[in-house]
């Protein structure tokens, strides 16, 4: 299902759109999405492991094209598979995309950076890429590479970590006694408060062409 995204200006290879009249980038809320079902897997797998699951994401995608408006890019490791995948999805029919793995590609920043740059230089220019648990402080350089949206699951993810999101650090508040005390939905609370506050300040920068 295709949903009706406009590119109003460029920041590097980020983008100001507008995805349904709503300003990008964004914060995706769960209900917001109806993500396609998929073959999920580990990030450093086999590469016949991971064509696998793409084949799995590709059937199980285009089964529910009809009633869903985002799919998975898998691919794990494989820059070629996750635009391979990616590829396939377009022609369904879909240009809302997850970007599976997100937490592990944390860890490893130089294919972060190669994944995120090859999907966006191969993607659909009307395609959107949302990245997952993404720490807020984080989100500013991703954009710039050309992320167009966060989940704002991310937030609920950390609080159960008791990690407390801020735009330039994520804090472990069993190390950092920031509170005498707090409990894990206030923490969630705070943390999607800090994401609403970096979004914008990441449009501000956009529109500035400051994001850099």
Request: aromatic share 8%; charged share 30%.
């Amino acid at each position: 299902m295709i949903e009706k995204f406009e590119i109003k200006s460029h920041d590097g290879p980020g983008r100001i759109g507008k995805l349904n009249g709503e300003k990008t980038p964004k914060l995706f809320y769960k209900d917001e999405l109806k993500i396609a079902p998929s073959e999920g897997s580990a990030y450093n797998i086999d590469k016949e492991i991971a064509k696998f699951n793409i084949e799995e994401t590709i059937r199980l995608a285009e089964e529910n094209v009809d009633k869903c408006n985002a799919a998975v890019i898998q691919g794990s490791k494989y820059i070629n598979l996750r635009i391979e995948c990616m590829k396939k999805l377009e022609e369904i029919g879909y240009n809302i995309f997850i970007v599976a793995n997100s937490d592990e590609l944390l860890t490893n920043p130089r294919e972060l950076v190669d994944i995120i740059v090859n999907l966006r230089k191969n993607a659909h220019p009307s395609s959107i890429l949302i990245f997952t648990f993404a720490e807020s402080s984080f989100m500013p350089i991703l954009t710039y590479m050309g992320i167009d949206g966060f989940l704002t699951d991310s937030s609920n993810y950390y609080s159960h970590l008791k990690v407390l999101q801020t735009p330039t650090k994520a804090y472990d508040l069993n190390t950092y006694k920031l509170f005498d005390e707090i409990t894990q939905e206030e923490i969630e609370e705070k943390n999607v408060e800090c994401l609403k506050f970096v979004i914008r300040e990441i449009q501000a920068h956009m529109e500035n062409s400051s994001l850099r």
